[in-house]
């Protein structure tokens, strides 16, 4: 299965609706930065930051799936980016609370959901990952 502005569709109509992907109703943009180098993608309304790191061929390993179970898909938001995002659940606290190099402005990639509301959101992927499993 894929997603098409946040619904599942199955993967072989994904070829065939590609381009709606991208469409400004569909999609926002997002920074990460890996290793001081910037990376601007479109991120897809309905999925996480994580399968959006994940498309785009970001270093975030997410060992668990996105599952909140382990810390590898720890990023860091800036401030603008932080403030626009919905509180953290207590599990995903939880699981910060052992990640070595956690800051005020960490988050679990595979807990931020893509809205229309983190339009220009920048995110920076550690240099070194912790499972804390």
């Known amino acids: 299965m894929s997603r098409l502005c946040g619904r599942l569709v199955p993967s072989l109509f994904r070829a065939t609706t590609a381009h709606l992907h991208t469409t400004p109703s569909c999609s926002v943009n997002i920074t990460f930065i890996e290793k001081g180098i910037e990376r601007h993608v479109k991120a ?3 999925d996480s930051i994580m399968e959006t790191a994940k498309d785009n061929h970001i270093n975030l390993p997410s060992v668990c799936g996105g599952m909140c179970e382990c810390s590898t898909c720890h990023v860091i938001a800036d401030q603008a980016t932080f ?3 919905e509180e953290p659940e ?5 699981v910060l609370d052992a990640v070595d190099g956690v800051t005020e402005t960490s988050r679990l990639a595979c807990q931020v959901d893509v809205t229309r509301g983190i339009e220009g959101a920048r995110f920076i992927v550690p240099d070194s990952f912790s499972d804390m499993r």
Request: hydrophobic share 25%; aromatic share 0%.
């Open 44 to 46: 897809i309304r309905g």
């Open 83 to 85: 403030d626009k995002l």
């Open 90 to 94: 207590e599990e995903e606290l939880d």
